[in-house]
């Protein structure tokens, strides 16, 4: 199996759901068993208790699962069912992970975060994978928060683990444009990516959110300071319709690119329906 994560940086509500309902749906579309994963690292269990002005609508699973709205850009996206293990929230995990220390399981070791609770995050993760080609695991959250550091390194051991041609790692970013410099901005990326390989993460690819398309300056400029091709610096700007998503990133050669990164067969996508 080979596993995508998508991480985001500067700022929160940037469109990491839509980019990576957009990359299951590119790698599903090229025949691969896909399938996409939420994390979601607050301590709440689930997303039923959570106020929905901050949140956004509780989405309910098939499986009477409750969880963030993201999982239902995925099922629209992927055209398929997800059930409530494809969301794991810090709350589930620790929860698990207490529930096996007092049955026990650890025999009397000191229970911590590395390696019990990041044991159990990838544990999960790889339960998902079985029967599949492809796992998109979606990291909620920005770089550089405590909350999410404990998924980050769980992301990172499981590059090691499966080997680097199994794992890539995309980094969702802003590219701000000053209106009276007319320039874009790409230090905040740069910074953001700097906090990623400060853990040990080299992002694969950038998906460069902005409003216009990136211009070509801010491209080479990014790959630069990044270490990352310039044909995997990905412009993801302001489209009317999300459902564009999908066919702007496929044009700028994101799920291409990852295929050829993964060792997985370049095919075309089908893309006549959507
Ligand atoms: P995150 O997961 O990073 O919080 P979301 O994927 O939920 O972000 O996206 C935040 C909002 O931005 C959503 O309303 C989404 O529809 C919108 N969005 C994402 N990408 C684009 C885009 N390229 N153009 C326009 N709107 C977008």
Redesign the pocket.
Known sequence: TKFIFVT?GVV????????SASLGMLMKARGFRTTNIKIDPYLNYDAGTMNPYQHGEVFVLDDGGEVDL?LG?YERFLDTNLTFDHNITTGKVYSAVIEKERRGDYLGATVQVIPHITNEIKERIREIARDHDVVVV?I?GTVGDIESMPFLEAARQMQLEEGRDNVAFVH?TYVPKLRVVGEQKTKPTQHSVKELRSLGIQPDAIVA?SEDPLEEAARRKISLFTNVPPEAVIS?????D?YE?PL?LEKEGLARYLTRRLGLPEREPELEDW
Do not use: P, Q
């Open positions: 985001g929160s509500g940037l469109g990491k759901g839509i980019t993201d850009n979606e909620g969702v959110r993801a700007y302001d489209v009317e999300t998503v702007m």
